[in-house]
């Protein structure tokens, strides 16, 4: 099969187009035709080498976490699927025309939904979905602050936080207000405004995805008691901000929540944009277009 291959932490060039072996499903896998993968910053951050701290890897090593596609076949004594099913997973190694996928971490894709832009969805899906469930563990008539609800992580977070009846505060840019508004949040909150900030009084938790100055300033926001969740890491302040549980959320594969999600694609109730759909031989050019920032997408066809 084709793959983007990474021999050596780098620069997005040293993605390189070559021929691999096919891999094998063994018990308990699935092997999926690649449709589509997404591009994410830890694909990126792992590249680099930024993150040989909490994600080392071995070369030569195939990148990507989200993919879309068909069941090609099972391994031995699995069972949940068969060839042709439309499937999509947040698992390893999707930037191959072939990939290998626990059939536990593997959710059927809802009929209605296209294939290829269905890989938009897992990672950052259950990674916004996990940040309020499991992270601030929001209950109903709470206030949560969603920061950085404008990208897929975000958007997921308010969709679940509005789900479970909390009281939903959508934090975005200025720039970004408006389209903030159609998120469906109870409050669009611009936090590069420091009138508005000021404005802000004392709320249950924070769903954190951005981190930096803008997380110090909202954890100071958090009454004592509540929590501030994050995919960022810590604020640097938290040490100063002892009452509040401050969390770090690393998204783990969730097959039944990935396929609530995707239904709830289907239903308009969530969407993620996307920008860009380059071929897998372009795999180093899309990535250094997603490098460069944005909220929408950038996806592999496969």
Not at 36 to 42: D, G, L, R
Not at 73 to 98: C, H, K, M, W
Not at 115 to 130: D, F, K, M, W, Y
Request: aromatic share 4%; hydrophobic share 50%; glycine share 10%.
């Amino acid at each position: 099969m084709k793959a983007a291959v990474l021999h050596e932490y780098g620069p997005a060039t040293n993605l390189k187009y070559e021929d691999v072996p096919d891999p094998v499903p063994a018990e308990g896998e699935v092997l999926v035709r690649v449709a589509a993968a997404s591009i994410n910053p830890i694909d990126y951050k792992v590249r680099a080498g930024h993150a040989q701290s909490f994600y080392p890897v071995e070369f030569p090593v195939i990148l990507g976490c989200d993919l879309s596609g068909t069941v090609r076949s099972l391994g031995p004594n699995t069972s949940g699927f068969q060839p042709g099913d439309r499937v999509i997973a947040l698992t390893s190694a999707t930037y191959a025309e072939l990939a290998i996928v626990k059939a536990s971490d593997l959710a059927l894709l809802p009929e209605g939904l296209d294939l290829v832009e269905s890989a938009a969805l897992p990672l950052v899906t259950i990674t916004g979905s996990q940040l309020i469930t499991l992270g601030t563990k929001i209950q109903p008539g709470q206030t949560v602050l969603v920061a950085g609800a404008i990208g897929g992580v975000g958007r997921s977070a308010v969709w679940t936080a509005k789900k479970a009846g909390a009281t939903v505060i959508a934090g975005v840019r200025k720039s970004q207000l408006k389209e903030a508004e159609t998120l469906g949040a109870d409050i669009v909150l611009a936090l590069d405004d420091a009138t508005a900030m000021q404005r802000l009084g004392f709320i249950d938790a924070v769903a954190d995805a951005v981190g930096g100055p803008t997380a110090e300033l909202l954890l100071a926001k958090v009454k004592p008691g509540g929590i501030f969740a994050s995919v960022t890491g810590d604020p640097a302040n938290a040490a100063m901000n002892p009452t509040v549980q401050v969390t770090f959320l690393a998204a783990t594969p969730d097959a039944p929540a990935l396929r609530t999600l995707a239904e709830d694609v289907l239903a308009g109730h969530l969407k993620i944009p996307i920008a860009r759909m380059l071929p897998l031989d372009q795999a180093a050019e899309a990535q250094a277009l997603a490098e460069k920032g944005g909220i929408a997408k950038v996806l592999l066809l496969c």
